[in-house]
């Protein structure tokens, strides 16, 4: 039997390892574990403060002690940042020194936000994905390409320059989750003092909630087939929740009723062009 991997196999593969969260190679080249020295050969390294192993139990067999989690309450102390910051720069210093939240040992970078601050529309998603991670920047992959003609079919993007038809584009959380899982609800309760302080400091006339994690937070609500479309508030704002431009790329068929979200948009900003 053949064992030669093909080119479309080796895709494959690597398309099934990044779908379970892979995002690098550790090395170019495989290791032969077995061709390396024994570690019970090398000689122990010793120190008069080392303490004694327990009984039964070789030093490099002992587990390393568990880190030890900052103290204070997270939702108290993510207030205080939060309201410690008077501008935007400020905010995202805050929510870099934060240290409750432990999405940030798994992450490359802190993904902000993007966009005018000075919108009329601040759009709120989820999470950064991997190549929002790798990027800094939110909703540039896939969905995020989704996004961005979504809007630009109502006159609305990311990049232009007057404030009136820009966008201001964050997430509810700004480190990726591992192996893109949702924020769970401590997460999002830390995390949500920052978001209701970054819609303070832009100050929109409105925010749109993208999906399930981004109506949780702003509403305390899920559900999103039933929530989309209907105007609410969050943040002190007229929110209207939406479909997720990533379940739209799972289900094209609710792309109609993103359709239906995206005029009810338009005319509640009077816009007549798109």
Request: hydrophobic share 45%; aromatic share 6%.
């Amino acid at each position: 039997m053949d064992s030669t991997l093909t080119q479309e196999a080796a895709l494959a593969s690597l398309a099934w390892q990044i779908e379970l969260g892979a995002t690098e190679a550790i090395g170019d080249a495989p290791v032969d574990r077995y061709g390396l020295p024994d570690k019970a050969a090398r000689p122990p390294a010793t120190s008069a403060a080392a303490p004694a192993a327990a009984p039964g139990r070789t030093g490099p067999e002992r587990a390393a002690p568990a880190p030890v989690p900052p103290e204070g309450d997270p939702v108290a102390d993510a207030q205080a940042a939060a309201a410690s910051a008077a501008t935007l720069d400020g905010l995202h210093a805050a929510l870099g020194a934060f240290p409750h939240c432990d999405l940030r040992h798994g992450a490359r970078n802190l993904v902000f936000a993007d966009g005018d601050p000075a919108a009329r529309v601040m759009i709120i998603g989820e999470a950064p994905g991997r190549d929002e991670d790798a990027q800094g920047r939110p909703f540039v992959g896939r969905a995020g390409q989704l996004l961005d003609r979504m809007f630009a079919a109502i006159g609305l993007a990311r990049g232009e320059a007057d404030a009136g038809s820009a966008l201001y584009i964050t997430n509810v959380s700004p480190w990726r989750p591992p192996q893109n899982r949702d924020p769970s609800g401590e997460e999002i309760a830390m995390l949500r003092p920052f978001m209701e302080r970054h819609v303070a400091l832009a100050a929109p006339d409105l925010v749109v909630l993208m999906g399930n994690i981004s109506c949780e937070a702003g509403l305390g609500r899920r559900g999103i087939t039933r929530l989309r479309g209907q105007w609410a508030e969050a943040y002190g704002k007229p929110a209207l929740p939406m479909f997720h431009p990533a379940y739209l790329l799972r289900n094209p068929a609710a792309k109609r009723e993103a359709w239906a979200d995206l005029l009810a948009l338009r005319a509640r900003l009077g816009r007549s062009g798109g």
